[in-house]
């Protein structure tokens, strides 16, 4: 079992930046794929970033692509996702996931472990 305990959400005013944070703990592995999604209130489940394995490819929704960042520090076992240009619309839960494998999963159904969320409200 993995768990995964994500941290860093608050409010911040539009054009503000927030870092996320999601450490994982127990069984976790470098050869695993990270990725962040979010649900905004009323909407579905929707992705947002992933890191490969290793780090050697990241990829984005078009609709944060250019304001975010995934990285990751395999020493502490956390994935950061670094949020810049914050608008209204990325007013959502912030949720990590963790994918043992070496591919590039955009899907949450793919996802192995999840964790709580965390809380994202960009105030306009």
């Known amino acids: 079992q993995v768990q995964l305990v994500e941290s860093g959400g608050g409010l911040v005013q539009a054009g503000g930046s927030l870092r996320l944070s999601c450490a994982a703990s127990?069984?976790?592995?470098?050869?695993?794929?990270l990725g962040w999604f979010r649900q905004a209130p009323g909407k579905e489940r929707e992705f947002v970033a992933v890191m490969t394995y290793g780090g050697a490819i990241t990829y984005y929704a078009d609709s944060v692509k250019g304001r975010f960042t995934i990285s990751r520090d395999n020493a502490k076992n956390t994935v950061y996702l670094q949020m810049n240009s914050l608008k209204p619309e990325d007013t959502a839960v912030y949720y990590c996931?963790?994918?043992?494998?070496?591919?590039?999963?955009?899907?949450?159904?793919?996802?192995?472990?999840w964790g709580q969320g965390t809380q994202v409200t960009v105030s306009s």
């Open positions: 127990g069984r976790t592995s470098s050869s695993s794929a």
């Open positions: 996931a963790s994918k043992n494998g070496v591919g590039l999963y955009l899907k949450g159904d793919q996802y192995d472990y």
